[in-house]
């Protein structure tokens, strides 16, 4: 059973033209088999880009706790 988990992953960049979606995905690729197994384990995500000087990346993983409301997360 593989673990779910929820990534959060906040972006500060000098840059605006940059797609959001595009560098959350060069990071959970990143991730793959150093943070987690396999980005599919990935059911929960909340990305965030904020405009900062001093640029970095900051991730949180959690393992997703799962309550059951008539389905499951798959």
């Known amino acids: 059973v593989q673990i779910k988990l929820a990534v959060e992953i906040k972006i500060f960049t000098s840059k605006s033209s ?6 959350a995905k060069s990071i959970l690729d990143g991730l793959n088999g150093a943070a987690y197994k396999d980005d599919k384990q990935v ?7 904020y405009s ?3 640029e970095r990346v900051e991730i ?9 409301h008539g389905g499951d997360v798959r």
Do not use: T
């Not at 940059?18 to 560098?23: G, K, Q, S, T």
């Not at 059911?43 to 880009?49: D, G, S, W």
């Not at 949180?60 to 799962?66: H, T």
């Open 18 to 23: 940059m797609d959001i979606d595009n560098v």
């Open 43 to 49: 059911k929960k995500l909340i990305v965030e880009m």
């Open 60 to 68: 949180e993983i959690k393992e997703l706790q799962v309550k059951n």
């Open 52 to 54: 900062d000087e001093d």
